[in-house]
């Protein structure tokens, strides 16, 4: 009786366990092993059956011992090996006898030259087959599934590098947003890149006239309240230009939300929102990278390796990924209203609120700057009319590394933390 579970298998003593035994009459009696009263009936039921345990174990040994029947035999040879050690017979005399049929997957499938002899001998069915030759060629095929695992192994280690790495550089930045107390660059170069994108984006040609002002205007004014009109834009004669123009607005804006605030307040509140971006747009991402590997090896029929469609594909979705979190962040910042509460003498972040403008009236990008800012608000799980309130009670780093995967995530988003922020 074994199986392939580490420290499950079965010693049988021969003749019976006399411990066994006695606890089990204890049980019978209704008596408790922890008190007195039982830790002497138990030593009094051990002293009881230990001789007949120790009679019945000598006479098994006369009759030659325990002997194991084995009916199947494990496709890797270490395990199999192990299986076969921890069977029963734990150095007591007697014999180990296995028995394989030949419609085993063992056999059917890796031990064909083994099966092509056995089919060539006209033998009835219940005719035992004992040769060196069947032996030899178990061990063979054991070591073709070895082999053939290992193959698998390798492939699948090949794979999860690309999410590995990827894993590194966002593990790595949510270290910094934690450790740093002062994201002001940080908070900057996601506002540059925001811009950089989408100029990018809309921008493609080196013609000016080919360029979507119109679409570049849509989506600058989804991402804060700007007093730039498409004629400006089109003042602009080179992408530079548009930068610089574009760039210096959304700092000026972002300086006077800063005097707002105040510094502490907004560092507050760029922790936050840098946290709940990246933890959301990395969930999105480890669902699109799951359903991209699902079908990635169909492309080895369009002459395609597989692993390599698979580490470019990632490579541009996790481009875009960070791309859609500076976007996101500049969004929230930009447009993020803050209750501020006395605490301590020290100020603290209690209700932070993300509001857009949804209406054509406020909004001079339209319909579209409607639709980005109704993507962005879902990205935190919150309808564009709804508010999006963050708990102001600190996430400590040190004990995430305690949270059992199924419990809640410490940072109170209710979800357990296997599919928060330990994914």
């Known amino acids: 009786m074994a199986t392939n579970m580490a420290g499950r298998g079965v010693d049988i003593l021969l003749g019976g366990n006399a411990e066994g035994l006695a606890a089990r009459d204890l049980a019978a009696e209704g008596l408790d092993p922890e008190t007195e009263e039982g830790q002497t009936r138990l030593a009094e039921l051990f002293a009881l059956h230990e001789p007949e345990c120790r009679e019945g174990g000598d006479k098994v040994r ?18 199999d090996n192990q299986l076969r050690g921890r069977s029963g017979r734990q150095g007591d005399p007697g014999e180990s006898r296995f028995y394989l049929s030949l419609e085993d997957d063992l056999m059917r499938l890796f031990a064909t030259g083994a099966m092509n002899w056995v089919m060539g001998k006209t033998l009835d069915d219940d005719v035992p087959i004992e040769a060196k030759m069947v032996s030899k060629a178990i061990e063979r095929a054991q070591n073709t599934v ?22 590194k550089v966002i593990y790595k930045r949510r270290d910094q947003i934690l450790d740093n107390a002062d994201l002001r660059d940080e908070a900057m170069g996601y506002l540059a890149e925001a811009i950089d994108t989408t100029i990018s984006t809309f921008c493609v040609s080196d013609e000016t006239g080919e360029w979507d002002l119109h679409g570049l205007h849509s989506e600058v004014a989804a991402m804060w309240p700007t007093e730039l009109t498409e004629q400006h834009l089109r003042e602009a004669m080179t992408t530079d230009g548009l930068y610089e123009m574009i760039m210096g607005e959304a700092t000026a804006y972002y300086e006077r939300r800063e005097a707002e605030f105040g510094d502490d307040t907004m560092r507050e509140v760029e922790r936050q929102v840098m946290l709940r971006i990246i ?13 991209l590997q699902e079908g990635i090896n169909l492309r080895a029929m369009g002459q395609k390796d597989p692993l390599v469609e698979w580490q470019r594909e990632g490579y541009e979705m996790f481009g875009s990924m960070m791309a859609a979190v500076a976007t996101d962040f500049v969004t929230y910042v930009m447009h993020a209203q803050v209750t501020v509460t006395e605490q301590n003498s020290e100020p603290q972040v209690s209700n932070l609120q993300y509001t857009a403008p949804v209406d054509p009236s406020e909004a001079p990008s339209g319909m579209q700057a409607a639709a980005r800012a109704q993507a962005a608000a879902e990205g935190l799980d919150a309808p564009v009319e709804a508010i999006e309130e963050f708990s102001n009670e600190p996430v400590v780093k040190s004990e995430w590394d305690k949270t059992p995967r199924n419990a809640p995530c410490p940072c109170g988003s209710g979800k357990k933390f296997k599919l928060c922020h330990g994914a």
Do not use: P
């Not at 006369?62 to 395990?79: A, D, F, M, N, W």
């Not at 070895?146 to 894993?167: F, G, P």
């Open 279 to 291: 933890d959301q747009k990395w969930r999105e991402h480890l669902y699109e990278m799951d359903y």
């Open 146 to 167: 070895e082999q053939r695992n290992a193959e698998i192994r390798k492939d699948v280690l090949k794979y999860d590098e690309v999410m590995n790495e990827q894993r």
């Open 62 to 79: 006369e009759l030659g011992g325990l002997y194991v029947l084995g009916t199947e035999r494990h496709e890797s040879r270490r395990i």
